[in-house]
């Protein structure tokens, strides 16, 4: 055969694969995989063997979600675009029109939004609950069609840490899952699922990646799904499958067991809305968790110092960090935080908004972005940005005050993170006044 043209050596020459062991995972950045031969087509269809389509499957994805699954004491895992497909592919993979989800009140904004806006248009009833220390509260909550119990393990923005063994017994007597949305604990200080936790969501965009640099999110599944317990009130998971010429299969319980769920999840909800993650981000948040106890270690510790520090200061009202015996939860903190006390947290100045804005413009060493999870040290202030568009009266109940900063501390020494947040209080201009209110020195 003749040398073939320009255009069609373009996109054909290639080295002849060779398939060396990199320590490294390889990232497959591709759209889809080659068939070996005619029959092996058939498989990743019929079967979900082999790889065909990266929104399918994808080796260095795969490579990440066996990483996660592991670390969170799970079975298996799905990792997505992001944080907010990870709860949105979650929850969907649970509840239908006309069902209901029970959540915490106390939340990520973005996930309140999903619940109260989005999942609301499909039909779906959310109820909130304020005092989640109170296991009652959660009992009464439930309804026939409830299918989810929802809350976050450390709570954005006051620190509430979750009974999840107690919230968990009362999901199981129910028959339905309770998610944990594990972000801000990440699984090193806290693993929802060895407390009873059934499905665990994750911003893998923070800690997890660490470096801030990706966006991306998991599910990690218990593995525990029973059929016979709780297949009637998820139907989806226990009706006769469809396979090859529309002849009868299977049902995902009877194929995937107690991993139904996330085989739902996984084959179904996230292959057809399709918030599938970048291979390349994949890699991403594999190479961050490879040090993610190093810097969550770090990060409590130095947490712990500033807000020790936070609360020797006269123009701080208040620290909402759960590591402080002040915290209302510090007692549980104790019970099931060992390692630390995660690195995300509050506090509040006297002098409202004008106070909280001198303060973050006189910071040199703290970034001032929304994220968190970061390597550095970030600070924001939720009633101007994440929590802007809600009521005062809202923001209160939430414990976000006008002089409200949320920090996310990072692996920096903690003298220079301790000596920055020192120039900023300077910068307040502070002489609290006799009724503990702030004097704004001009
Ligand atoms: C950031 C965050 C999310 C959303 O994650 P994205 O990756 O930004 O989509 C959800 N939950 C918590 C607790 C978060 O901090």
Do not use: C
């Amino acid at each position: 055969m003749g040398r073939r043209g320009f255009t069609t050596r373009q996109v054909h020459e290639r080295a002849p694969g060779a398939t060396p062991t990199a320590r490294a995972t390889p990232i497959y950045l591709t759209a889809g995989f080659e068939f070996d031969d005619y029959d092996d087509a058939a498989a990743p269809f019929g079967r979900g063997e082999g790889f065909a389509y990266t929104r399918v499957g994808n080796p260095t994805i795969e490579a990440a979600e066996h990483t996660l699954a592991a670390l969170e004491g799970g079975s298996q895992a799905l990792l997505l675009a992001s944080g907010q497909a990870a709860t949105t592919v979650a929850l969907l993979a649970l509840v239908e029109a006309g069902g209901h989800i029970v959540s915490s009140t106390h939340i990520y904004e973005g996930t309140r939004g999903l619940l109260r806006d989005n999942i609301a248009r499909l039909g779906v009833q959310a109820t909130f609950v304020d005092a989640i220390d109170d296991v009652d509260a959660w009992e009464e909550a439930i309804r026939p069609e409830t299918r989810a119990l929802f809350a976050e393990s450390i709570s954005n923005a006051t620190n509430r840490l979750l009974d999840i063994p107690a919230v968990a017994a009362v999901a199981r007597r129910h028959g339905i899952p309770l998610v944990i949305d594990n972000t801000f604990a990440t699984p090193y200080l806290l693993r929802p699922i060895e407390l009873g936790a059934d499905i665990v969501v994750h911003s893998a965009s923070k800690f997890l990646a660490g470096h801030g640099s990706v966006l991306g999110g998991a599910i990690v599944d218990s593995g525990r799904f029973d059929a016979a317990r709780s297949g009637a009130l998820f139907p989806h998971l226990v009706a006769p499958g469809r396979g090859p010429g529309g002849a009868p299969a299977p049902s995902i319980a009877e194929r995937a067991g107690g991993d139904a769920r996330i085989a739902y999840a996984r084959e179904s909800v996230a292959l057809r809305f399709g918030p599938t993650p970048s291979p390349l981000n994949a890699f991403l948040i594999a190479q961050g968790i490879e040090t993610l106890s190093l810097r969550v270690e770090r990060q409590s510790a130095n947490a712990l110092a500033v807000a020790q520090w936070l609360k020797t200061r006269p123009e701080v009202a208040s620290v909402d960090y759960v590591g402080l015996d002040s915290h209302p939860d510090h007692a549980l903190a104790l019970r099931d935080l060992p390692d630390g006390f995660g690195s995300v947290f509050t506090f509040t100045l006297h002098g409202g908004a004008q106070a909280a804005r001198r303060f973050v413009e006189a910071l040199g060493v703290f970034t001032h972005m929304t994220h968190l999870g970061d390597v550095r040290s970030l600070i924001l202030h939720p009633a101007s940005t994440s929590h802007a568009l809600l009521t005062e009266q809202e923001r209160a109940a939430l414990g976000v005050a006008p002089g409200t900063l949320r920090v996310s501390i990072g692996i920096e020494d903690a003298a220079d993170l301790i000596a920055d947040l020192d120039g900023a209080a300077a910068a307040v201009g502070a002489r609290v006044g006799a009724g503990d209110e702030l004097v704004i020195v001009a």
